[in-house]
């Protein structure tokens, strides 16, 4: 069973950076694709990055420039490193791994219908 643990939300100011980080369990293989969603009240959840096998990366445009997403294999864990962070940034932030070649085309294309989620981690930014 994947179980997946976000941390590293908190409240900042504009301007300022956070890392989250997406712990990861129970793989019996590697991940095809591994992404950040993220979620403000009455809004959708939104994808923001992903990175594929093969180390590619995919940015939402609201993102790119600010944020990056990395991989650590040997710890199997994610994450999402905020620079420049801005008051539209506030969700509930969510990683989530395509255990299954077939989700790795949504999940590069951020598109939130694959795989296995976390719980989420709180970011909020105030101005």
């Known amino acids: 069973q994947v179980q997946l643990v976000e941390s590293g939300g908190d409240a900042v100011q504009t301007g300022g950076s956070l890392r989250l980080s997406c712990v990861a369990s129970g793989y019996t293989n590697r991940p095809y694709c591994q992404a950040w969603f993220r979620q403000a009240p009455g809004k959708e959840r939104e994808g923001i990055a992903a990175v594929g096998s093969d180390g590619n990366t995919t940015y939402a445009d609201s993102v790119k420039g600010r944020f990056t997403v990395s991989k650590d294999n040997a710890k199997n864990t994610l994450y999402l490193q905020m620079n420049s962070l801005k008051p539209e940034d506030t969700a509930m932030y969510y990683c989530?791994?395509?255990?299954?070649?077939?989700?790795?085309?949504?999940?590069?294309?951020?598109?939130?219908?694959?795989?296995?989620w976390g719980q989420g981690t709180q970011v909020t930014v105030s101005s």
């Open positions: 989530a791994a395509g255990m299954y070649i077939v989700h790795a085309s949504a999940c590069l294309q951020l598109r939130p219908s694959f795989g296995w």
